[in-house]
């Protein structure tokens, strides 16, 4: 099956500053990705839609300015969380969509990055 | 809005006995449902994957339904192992949009015991 990385694993950062999380598409071209977040005992929560070459579609209550979303190639995503804080601790999950016709839509998921903010 | 809801929360249950972990949707206006596994700390793997039209699906031990017109699925697991251990998370996808979006509901956290 399809594979999707998502880079780094884990992150501890202090208050105020900046996280970079990655999400590639390994073995494939996903032209739209998503990024969720899961906080314990919840569900997965969608945050974005990233459509590469375009602007992120954020959903409603999600900070655009906090969270900025990259998607500049067909096998590479990103989502910037700005100042972070300790609030923003949480498990970022990515997906990237494989399209290969109606019967072959599925989306594969990336292993999750835990974010702690201190 | 589209709202999903899995119960049990969670389950414990012996090595070997046979489980049924449900799932039930408010808009039956789907596309498809998905069942997932998600161990602790990790991403998520797909089990199964029922189109609308479908009525059940079958992978090894475990077997989906779907019943649309009453938003209902379940997952059944047979000879249940220690190693099936996992959050199971359910997920739709609604029709219309292009852009796939999944509702998931928050899980069932099953545990077998040996």
């Known amino acids: 099956g399809a594979v999707v990385s998502q880079h780094p694993s884990r992150v501890i950062c202090k208050s105020g500053t900046s996280v970079k999380i990655e999400c590639r598409s390994l073995?494939?071209?996903?032209?739209?990705m998503f990024w969720y977040r899961q906080f314990p005992k919840q569900s997965l929560m969608l945050m974005a839609t990233?459509?590469?070459?375009?602007?992120?579609?954020?959903e409603q209550g999600v900070e655009k300015d906090k969270f900025l979303i990259n998607h500049a190639s067909l096998t590479l995503s990103t989502l910037t969380v700005t100042s972070a804080h300790p609030e923003d601790s949480s498990f970022y999950i990515c997906?990237?969509?494989?399209?290969?016709?109606?019967?072959?839509?599925?989306?594969?998921f990336g292993p999750g990055t835990r974010l702690t903010v201190l | 809005k589209q709202e999903v809801t899995q119960i049990p929360a969670a389950l414990s249950v012996p090595e070997g006995e046979n489980l049924v972990l449900n799932c039930s949707f408010t808009?039956?206006?789907?596309?498809?449902l998905q069942w997932f596994r998600q161990d602790p700390g990790k991403g998520l793997t797909s089990l199964l994957l029922?189109?609308?039209?479908?009525r059940e699906q079958t992978s090894g031990r475990l077997n989906a339904s779907l019943d649309k017109s009453s938003g209902r699925s379940t997952l059944y697991i047979a000879a249940s192992q220690p190693g099936d251990s996992a959050t199971y998370l359910c997920?739709?996808?609604?029709?219309?949009?292009?852009?796939?979006?999944?509702?998931f509901g928050k899980g069932t956290l099953l545990t077998v015991n040996p």
């Open positions: 997906s990237a969509r494989a399209y290969r016709g109606d019967s072959q839509d599925t989306q594969y």
């Open positions: 073995d494939f071209q996903a032209t739209t």
């Open positions: 990233s459509n590469e070459g375009s602007k992120a579609t954020y």
């Open positions: 808009d039956s206006a789907i596309y498809n």
């Open positions: 029922i189109q609308s039209s479908q």
């Open positions: 997920a739709v996808r609604q029709v219309g949009g292009s852009n796939y979006k999944l509702t």
